[in-house]
């Protein structure tokens, strides 16, 4: 039985990715995202207006995609609260957000340069594909101020121990992606830690005792 329990997040468990851009500067940029996509060697990815990569991806039309295992997970959580933009919006001061040039260092991860793209792959992440941005949609309808990126992989790199021998295949009992699920982290199944935007979000687990309430309705 089906019930419409008015959810109020619909991230039911999507892999996370730090997508790095170089910026103007030289630096380079790094923001998670938990909306990507994958369409063969295509990647969709949906960034909100006030993320500065959001600004940064039409001009540099490239971005790598760096998948991490569970692992780095604490360092994907230093990130949380952090932007490039030296303005940082108002309402996301509020919520604690911080201007940070330098983002990977910020998050204790290590830059490698890429081969066919400017921006860096980020060194802990055993899966990099190196992205170019080959079209952008701006997101419509009330209260959507996103734009959905559409890019294509052209080398995609993989820590050589997923590799399973003999194949152009990542070994799937091997790769452990980590998950976002609803605000939190989960890795092998497990979760590992809540994520530092849900502070504040009515996410499970907030309730006492991670208690799952639901707020159900008819159809
Ligand atoms: C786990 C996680 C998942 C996120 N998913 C998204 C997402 O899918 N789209 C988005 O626009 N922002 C997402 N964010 C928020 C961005 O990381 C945030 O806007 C960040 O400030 C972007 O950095 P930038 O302003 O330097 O580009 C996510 C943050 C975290 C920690």
New binding site residues.
């Given amino acids: 039985m089906h019930v419409v329990p008015g959810l109020d997040v619909l991230s039911l468990g999507i892999p996370?990715v730090p997508v790095s851009t170089r910026i103007e500067n030289g630096t380079a940029?790094?923001?998670?995202?938990?909306?990507?996509r994958w369409l063969g060697q295509y990647a969709v990815l949906?960034?909100?207006d006030?993320?500065?990569?959001?600004a940064?991806l039409p001009r540099e039309r490239e971005c790598v995609l760096s998948l991490p295992t569970p692992e780095p997970a604490d360092a994907?959580?230093r990130?949380?609260l952090?932007?490039?933009?030296p303005d940082v919006p108002r309402r996301?001061a509020k919520q604690g957000?911080r201007y940070e040039p330098e983002?990977c260092a910020a998050a204790h991860l290590t830059e490698q340069p890429s081969e066919l793209v400017r921006a860096p792959r980020v060194a802990e992440c055993p899966v990099p594909p190196e992205c170019r941005v080959v079209a952008a949609h701006r997101l419509g309808g009330p209260g959507a101020h996103?734009t959905a990126f559409q890019a294509e992989a052209p080398r995609t790199h993989v820590e050589e121990g997923l590799v399973t021998p003999g194949t152009h295949h990542v070994d799937p009992d091997g790769w452990d992606p980590l998950i976002?699920k609803f605000c939190e982290?989960h890795g092998g199944g497990h979760r590992l830690r809540p994520?530092?935007?849900a502070d504040g979000r009515n996410t499970p687990h907030q309730r006492p005792g991670g208690e799952r309430t639901a707020r159900t309705g008819t159809a």
């Fill in positions: 996370v940029d790094l923001a998670p995202i938990s909306s990507a949906g960034l909100g006030a993320a500065r990569t959001t940064d994907v959580d990130l949380a952090t932007t490039g933009r996301r957000h983002k996103a976002m982290f994520s530092r935007p």
